[in-house]
């Protein structure tokens, strides 16, 4: 038989050898089971299809609809000074570097090694009396080691691929920081807002009543009242001042809550002003639902890219069922003796280059449980997913519903004060006049009190409805290319 023919046929039992061998080590019965839900098939209810829509989303600085200015610059503030931020942005940063490093695995390697040593040669009944016993020479080399993956099955691709689907996740996540961090500022800026507010209501009532007070006084004094009268006026002063020094209290406490969520010191909120909300247009939602609608929240986008990720990883897993071959060499050179620089020398040169094959053959099942391990973080990955989408969902409708119900209610608590106010004013006219007695003043005064509180608390929760929308909207952030097209399924 030829010679020739002779290498050709021993190769090629290498390799059925090697893929015989291989076949011990399978991946039968193991795979993903877990399903992607298309956002398209989540039914949507009457709130979001009857929603406004025009395809017009809100501004990446969402919260300048209210247009207060102290707002927008705290924001600010808390976007660069804010700890947690400052951690979602490390984490960022770490997921971008831990991809560097699966990305260099992909490179050439290019090592070098030098060594100058002085050696001693012995001169004993083991080492014999050879030329150079007893001698001391110098043993010295220089060498470039290379390495190259050929990466045949894609393990070391699907590795950099997957860091690089999480660095997209830590990104995503950050971005859900920072969404968050901005509702809850608008948040406690409304109940700051709020206290404010409440607490004008009860001055304004301590003025009436101390007014009522005077008035009751001037009518004993004058012979036309009574003491029993004077004792009803004084009786709610206590109350209204103890009000009046919890909404101090409140105030005092906001200030304090925002300078924490802005990452700064007590001192700090000491600077914030009495807030200047108000709610501009009205939010409309993108006439493509639910897909477009969905697309926009960081907390979708991290989901998405952590399926992405777990795909790959798979991939991963399943390669390690193959041969790996490397292509590995060196050049340098070497010597033993001579001068301290003889192994520079060209007939001192040195090399060897040729591929490096390691194949799994017998582990323990430990390669079955990795790919197994991995299938299982696929499902769980998906799973996560489709919970945050109908949870997305969910979140929107409930905004949708509250935004629309907070507007109703903002009519009706502003008909409530209207008819309260005037009763209240038709009961101290006569009061005045004595044709009536006080407990129909106080009546009406608890009346408009509640009337107030009630519609303060209802534009309060107006304003923060609107805040949870925008977030369940995703903040306003564009959807783009930052979201992985998950149509390939793990398999």
Request: hydrophobic share 45%; aromatic share 6%.
């Amino acid at each position: 038989m030829p010679r020739c023919i002779s290498r050709e046929l021993k190769t090629l039992s290498v390799w059925v050898l090697t893929l015989t061998i291989s076949g011990c080590i399978g991946t039968g019965g193991i795979a993903p089971q877990g399903q992607v839900l298309p956002a398209n098939q989540l039914a949507t209810d009457a709130a979001i299809r009857e929603a406004a829509r025009d395809a017009h989303w809100p501004t990446r600085q969402w919260w300048q609809a209210y247009g207060d200015r102290q707002l927008d610059r705290w924001i600010d503030l808390a976007v660069q000074g804010s700890p947690s931020l400052a951690m979602a942005a490390a984490r960022v940063r770490q997921a971008k570097a831990m991809a560097g490093i699966a990305e260099a695995a992909e490179s050439l390697q290019i090592n070098g090694e030098s060594t100058l040593k002085r050696h001693n040669w012995p001169t004993d009944q083991f080492y014999g009396p050879g030329e150079l016993a007893d001698t001391t020479t110098w043993d010295n080399n220089a060498a470039l080691g290379l390495s190259y993956a050929l990466d045949l099955w894609g393990r070391e691709r699907n590795a950099s691929e997957r860091a690089v689907d999480l660095a997209h996740v830590s990104i995503a996540e950050a971005r859900q920081a920072q969404l968050e961090l901005q509702n809850n500022i608008v948040r406690a800026y409304i109940q700051f807002s709020l206290h404010y507010a409440q607490r004008d209501i009860v001055a304004a009532t301590l003025r009436q009543q101390e007014q009522i007070l005077d008035l009751a006084q001037k009518r004993l004094d004058g012979g036309i009242g009574t003491h029993f009268e004077v004792s009803q006026a004084q009786a709610p002063l206590p109350e209204t001042h103890r009000q009046l020094d919890a909404l101090d209290e409140a105030i005092a406490l906001s200030r304090n809550q925002l300078a924490a969520l802005a990452g700064q010191g007590p001192g700090a909120g000491a600077q914030l002003q009495r807030p200047t909300l108000v709610l501009g247009a009205p939010l409309k939602l993108p006439s493509a639902l639910p897909a477009e609608l969905l697309g926009q929240r960081p907390d979708v986008v991290a989901g998405r890219w952590q399926v992405a990720a777990q795909a790959r990883g798979i991939d991963v897993a399943r390669a390690g069922f193959y041969p790996n071959v490397d292509l590995v060499g060196s050049l340098g050179y070497m010597a033993t003796g001579g001068g301290a620089l003889e192994f520079l020398t060209g007939k001192k040169l040195t090399y060897n280059v040729g591929p490096a094959i390691t194949l799994p053959i017998f582990d323990g099942g430990r390669l079955r449980s990795q790919l197994g391990e991995a299938a299982a973080g696929y499902d769980i990955a998906v799973a996560h997913y489709n919970q945050t989408l109908v949870n997305a969902l969910k979140s929107i409708s409930d905004q949708l519903i509250r935004r629309e119900s907070m507007d109703k209610q903002q009519a009706f608590a502003a008909e409530s004060v209207a008819a309260a106010q005037r009763t209240y004013d038709i009961a101290k006219v006569a009061f005045q006049r004595g044709l009536t007695d006080y407990l129909n003043v106080l009546n009406a005064q608890s009346l408009l009190f509640k009337q107030q509180q009630v519609q303060q608390q209802v534009e309060a929760a107006r304003l923060t409805a609107h805040a949870d929308l925008v977030t369940a909207l995703g903040g306003g952030l564009e959807a783009g290319s930052d979201s992985p097209d998950l149509n390939h399924n793990a398999e």
